[in-house]
C-alpha cells in the first residue's frame, strides 16, 4: 500500500492529474469561505462562537446537520458557494429519472449527440434552480432565524445589536445574491468537468466528498469534547475507542456491500465463420446487491426534511402565531419527522424500500437485456433464450434489491439512533452512516480504482496486489481523458498561491 502512493508521483501523468486534482480542491475550499456581498461577516463570526458553546437542539437540528455537510459549511458561511453542486446534482437525477419514464428523452439519449443535448438540458434546468434556491436564500437572509442551519443566530442579532444583512438592502441584495450564487454553482459545475477530465475520478463527486470530508475535524472536535469532557465520566475515553471501532466496522460493511455482486453466468453458442471458430467462452453478467446506490437515502432524506423546512417557515406567519391550534400542531408533526419518532423510522425504512425498487425498474430493464444476449447468441445456462431469461434476470434483482434496501435502512438509521442513545450531535453521527457515509465510500473507491488502473498499465504494483478492484460506483474510466500539461500546471499554482496569498491577507486584516 504504501509503496502504491508512492509510485503515483513516479507516473508524470498521474502525477500531474493529482496535482491538478488538488489546485482544484483547493479553489472549491476558498470559494466557500468568500461571503456573499452584503453580508455582516462579524455576525457570522459571533454566531460561531455561540454555537461552539450551545448545541443545536429542535426538529431542524438534523436537517441543519445534513446541509452543513452537503454544502460544506457554505451555507452558515454565506459564500458564494453556497448551494455547492447540489443544484447540478438535482438536475442531473431529473433528467437520468426523465430519461427512464419518458420515452421522447429516451429516444435522444440514443441519437449520436444525444447525450450532449441532455447535458445541455441538465445545465439549463441546473441554472433554473440555482436561481430559485438562491432567491429562497436570499429571502432566509433577511429573516435567518427562521432558517434551520442558523439556529439562535436571532439571539446573537440581538445581543451584538446588528443583522446579518441590512433591513434597507431589499430587492438590490437579493438581486445581487441570486447573481453570485448562480455564477458560483456554475463555477463549481465547470471545476467539477475539469476534474473529470483532467484530474482523477469524477469531479462533481469529489467536490461533494470535500465538502463532507470539510465537516471532520470539527466532529471528531465535538466528539473528543463529548466523550472526554467533565460530563463525561470516567469511561468516556473507553466509549470514544469504542465509537472509533464501531465507525471502522460500519465503514467495513459499507465497502463488502458497495462491492458486493451477484455474478450470472453466460455463455455464448459457437459459430465457425470460415476457418476461425466465434464464441463458446464463458462470460459473466454482475448484478449488484446495492444498484440503486445513494439514490434511495437522498430521495427518501429530500422528503422527510422538507415537512421541518415548510413548518419552521409556516409558524413565521403572524396568522399562525394568534392561532392556538396551529401552534401546538406544529410541534408535534415536526417532532414526527426530526428522528425522535419510531413512526420516522418507519415512514423512512417504507420510503427507501420504494425509492430503491423504483430506482431499479427504471435503470434496470431485463427485457433488453435478454434481448440483446438473444441477439448475440448468449444464454444463462439452465435458462431459455427470450421472455424466461428476462424473468430469471428480474426475479434475481428483485432478490438482491431486497438485501439491498435493507442495508440502506440500517445505514440510513444508524446516525439518528446513535444521536439519541448517546446524545450525539448530528454533525458527529452524521460520519457513521446514511448519505455521507456512502458517498465517502463509493467516491474513495472511485478515485482508487482510475489510480491502479494508470499504475497497472505503466507496470506498477497497484494498491491491492491480491484481487484488484473490481467493477466500480461510476464505471471505468480514466484511461481515455486527457491530463493538465506541465507549462499550465506551473500557472495554476502560481494563481493558487495568489489566491491564498489574498484570502490569508484578508483573514489578518479581519
Known amino acids: 500500500m504504501i509503496s502504491a502512493f508512492a509510485n503515483t508521483f513516479r507516473v508524470p501523468e498521474l502525477r500531474e492529474r493529482i496535482l ?5 480542491i483547493v479553489i472549491v475550499r476558498l470559494g466557500v469561505a468568500v461571503t456573499l456581498p452584503g453580508v ?13 458553546d450551545n448545541e443545536a437542539t429542535g426538529p431542524g437540528a438534523a436537517l441543519g446537520a445534513m446541509l452543513a455537510v452537503f454544502s460544506g459549511g457554505g451555507l452558515q458561511a454565506c459564500g458564494i458557494f453556497a448551494l455547492g453542486i447540489m443544484p447540478y446534482i438535482s438536475a442531473s437525477i431529473m433528467i437520468q429519472l426523465m430519461t427512464a419514464v419518458v420515452p421522447s428523452i429516451a429516444k435522444i439519449a440514443r441519437e449520436d449527440n444525444g447525450r450532449q443535448k441532455l447535458n445541455q438540458y441538465t445545465r439549463i434546468i441546473t441554472i433554473i434552480i440555482a436561481v430559485v434556491q438562491g432567491f429562497l436564500l436570499a429571502k432566509g437572509m433577511e429573516n435567518p432565524g427562521s432558517l434551520p442551519y442558523f439556529p439562535g443566530i436571532d439571539q446573537v442579532m440581538q445581543e451584538e445589536g446588528r443583522r446579518l444583512v441590512p433591513a434597507s438592502a431589499g430587492i438590490s441584495f437579493e438581486l445581487m445574491t ?29 467536490i461533494i ?30 466509549k470514544l475507542v469504542l465509537m472509533l471501532a464501531f465507525l471502522l466496522a460500519v465503514i467495513m460493511a459499507v465497502i463488502a456491500i458497495t462491492e458486493a455482486q451477484r455474478r450470472i453466468a453466460i455463455q455464448y453458442a459457437k459459430r465457425v465463420v470460415g476457418r476461425k471458430q466465434y464464441g463458446g467462452q464463458t462470460q459473466y453478467l454482475p448484478l449488484k446487491v446495492n444498484y440503486a446506490g445513494v439514490m434511495p437515502i437522498i430521495f427518501a432524506s429530500a422528503i422527510l426534511t422538507l415537512p421541518i423546512f415548510l413548518l419552521q417557515q409556516l409558524a413565521s406567519f403572524e396568522w399562525v402565531q394568534k392561532s392556538d391550534w ?17 413512526w420516522y423510522y418507519v415512514v423512512a425504512g417504507v420510503m427507501i424500500f420504494f425509492f430503491s425498487f423504483f430506482w431499479v425498474a427504471t435503470m434496470f430493464q431485463p427485457s433488453q437485456i ?15 433464450p427470450g421472455p424466461p431469461t428476462s424473468k430469471f434476470l428480474d426475479f434475481t434483482m428483485t432478490r438482491l434489491t431486497f438485501a439491498g434496501a435493507i442495508f440502506l435502512t440500517l445505514i440510513f438509521m444508524i446516525p439518528s439512533l446513535i444521536s439519541n442513545s448517546m446524545g450525539l450531535p448530528m454533525l458527529v453521527t452524521q460520519f457513521f452512516g446514511g448519505t455521507s457515509l456512502l458517498i465517502l465510500v463509493g467516491v474513495v473507491l472511485d478515485v482508487m480504482r482510475q489510480v491502479e488502473t494508470h499504475l497497472l498499465q505503466r507496470h506498477y504494483d497497484g494498491f491491492l496486489r491480491q484481487g484488484k478492484i473490481k467493477g466500480g460506483r461510476f464505471g471505468a474510466s480514466g484511461t481515455a481523458t486527457k491530463s493538465a500539461k506541465s507549462g499550465k500546471m506551473v500557472y495554476l499554482w502560481v494563481l493558487f498561491a495568489i489566491l491564498v496569498l489574498i484570502f490569508v491577507t484578508a483573514k489578518a486584516f479581519q
Request: glycine share 14%; proline share 4%; hydrophobic share 50%.
Open 370 to 384: 435478454a434481448e440483446d444476449l438473444k441477439r448475440a447468441g448468449g444464454y444463462i445456462p439452465g435458462v431459455r
Open 40 to 52: 455582516d461577516a462579524s455576525v457570522l463570526d459571533a454566531w460561531a462562537d455561540w454555537s461552539a
Open 20 to 24: 491538478f486534482t488538488l489546485a482544484m
Open 178 to 206: 441570486v447573481l453570485t450564487i448562480t455564477a458560483g454553482t456554475m463555477l463549481l459545475m465547470w471545476i467539477g468537468d475539469q476534474m473529470t477530465e483532467k484530474g482523477v475520478g469524477n469531479g462533481v463527486s469529489i
Open 209 to 238: 466528498t470535500v465538502n463532507i470530508i470539510a465537516g471532520l475535524p470539527g466532529a471528531l472536535v465535538v466528539a473528543w469534547n463529548v466523550f472526554t469532557g467533565d460530563a463525561a465520566g470516567a469511561g468516556g475515553a473507553m
Open 326 to 342: 396551529m401552534m401546538s400542531f406544529i410541534p408535534r408533526v415536526s417532532e414526527i419527522f426530526s428522528g425522535v419518532s419510531p
